[in-house]
């Protein structure tokens, strides 16, 4: 679908010295799938918006093995190095960022799919050496504004029941695990996360969602006034129905968990903290053979503004498609 599906949240803050705007997107899935319409089309997006800041919540590429090939790879950086023309760029590792394919790969609904993981991939250098483009991982970015933390737990939180034995299936679905993303968290240097500076706003970029509701991770993360995910994809939650399915439920998750919570969530108050956003590329390469379902879904796009104008006073949550 050419198409955008657009979401703003707009809410006051008083403290602000001026407006801030963050542009968020999520879940690109670079692949050769990936067409230059579609990464053109969001570079004029995020001109449009203006953006003081651009934010990528993790699963920039769909696996390793996409970036392998020197053209693809310098395609994708062209792209990143457009966008840091706009705004400072900020990236949270998401788990496809990490993924690279074993040789018995074969599809990413198989249940026999066998991912393997690097700790810390080499595309990650060609990222770090892009002017105005901030890879966070496990690192905060600063400056006269915002305070901005990208975590990224081990590859072994995303991997459980991945292994020959209890590897993901629509019938044996895969689990997280919230043990795992406490103990990351907890070893994260304590500077990160606490004494953080007051006048300033102070966004967490965390891939995945699922336990950003959970109040023992949230007393680790209490300093923060949003935590900014994507993994989620919407719940796969097509056009029309998006719209008439009041719910956070979607149809199917990650892991292949079947009617989800907390996938397709939205900013509704001021207490509330999580922004999940919608995917780029909703059905990713590797989930071939139903990879060409993707052309029914819109690229998913969204706008946090931050106003110090008292007329903003109250929030504002909008969603609307705009071609392109």
Not at 100 to 120: A, D, N
Request: hydrophobic share 40%; with cysteine; glycine share 4%.
């Amino acid at each position: 679908m050419k198409a955008f599906y657009f979401t703003r949240y707009r809410t006051y803050r008083k403290r602000l010295k001026k407006p801030l705007k963050f542009f968020l997107i999520s879940d690109l899935h670079y692949s050769n799938l990936v067409k230059n319409l579609t990464l053109r089309a969001l570079i004029d997006a995020a001109k449009k918006r203006q953006p003081d800041y651009i934010c990528i919540a993790g699963d920039l590429i769909d696996c390793q093995e996409e970036v392998q090939v020197k053209a693809q790879r310098e395609r994708l950086l062209a792209w990143l190095s457009q966008l840091a023309k706009i705004a400072p760029v900020l990236i949270v590792p998401g788990n496809h960022d990490f993924y690279r394919k074993s040789p018995h790969f074969k599809s990413g609904l198989s249940r026999k799919h066998h991912w393997l993981t690097s700790e810390h991939p080499e595309f990650f250098n060609y990222l770090q050496d892009l002017n105005n483009v901030h890879l966070l991982f496990n690192e905060a970015y600063e400056d006269d504004q915002v305070y901005i933390l990208g975590f990224a737990p081990t590859p072994e939180y995303y991997q459980l029941d991945r292994d020959d034995e209890h590897a993901s299936s629509i019938f044996h679905p895969g689990t997280e695990d919230k043990s795992i993303f406490l103990r990351d968290l907890e070893r994260l240097s304590p500077k990160l996360r606490t004494n953080l500076p007051k006048r300033k706003i102070k966004l967490a970029l965390i891939h995945s969602p699922l336990y950003l509701h959970d109040q023992e991770v949230t007393n680790l993360l209490q300093e923060f006034d949003y935590f900014i995910s994507g993994h989620m994809h919407n719940g796969v939650v097509p056009p029309i129905l998006n719209e008439l399915w009041k719910s956070n439920r979607g149809i199917v998750g990650p892991g292949k968990t079947m009617l989800p919570d907390h996938v397709r969530l939205r900013v509704n108050n001021p207490s509330d903290k999580s922004i999940v956003l919608g995917a780029i590329t909703t059905i990713q390469k590797c989930a071939k053979p139903l990879s060409f379902l993707n052309a029914a879904f819109p690229v998913n796009i969204a706008e946090l503004e931050l106003s110090n104008n008292p007329a903003h006073a109250k929030d504002d949550l909008s969603f609307k498609y705009v071609s392109f």
